[in-house]
């Protein structure tokens, strides 16, 4: 199997990984002790229904999450106990990455909207075909 860059492919940058909570405020203790400390404040976006916190230190960044109040946008992930559920990469070309993304039957599940956690530049959604969410970020 060729496992080389596709040279068409988007230039990706790793950003964070997406952590789903019931509450973020009972999740917090568990990672100081893995050397996490917050980056930033805490973040409310209406848009996506969620409520955020990043998270820095003993490894990748995490994107603590929680539903605002009314949101059930974290609510299958929840349910089947899964709290790691995407992965976000910036891409300097965002309009050339969708498209791609789709061409290779990625398909978009939310998107692409401007996104709060990142001063209002726009993010999208994609599940990949083996069933991995990503989000893009337009860098």
Request: include cysteine.
């Amino acid at each position: 199997m060729d496992l080389s860059f596709p040279p068409d492919a988007p230039l990706l940058r790793f950003h964070h990984v997406g952590y789903a909570c019931a509450k973020i405020d009972r999740e917090l203790p568990f990672f100081q002790p893995l050397g996490y400390r917050c980056e930033g404040s805490r973040f409310f976006d209406p848009t996506f229904g969620v409520s955020g916190l990043f998270l820095v230190g003993g490894g990748p960044r995490l994107e603590l999450l929680e539903n605002l109040p009314g949101s059930s946008r974290l609510d299958p992930w929840l349910a089947q106990r899964v709290k790691c559920y995407h992965f976000a990469y910036e891409v300097a070309d965002f309009a050339q990455a969708i498209p791609w993304f789709l061409s290779q039957r990625s398909r978009i599940t939310f998107g692409p909207a401007p996104a709060v956690a990142f001063n209002g530049r726009p993010v999208v959604f994609l599940m990949m075909r083996n069933l991995q969410l990503i989000e893009l970020i337009e860098s």
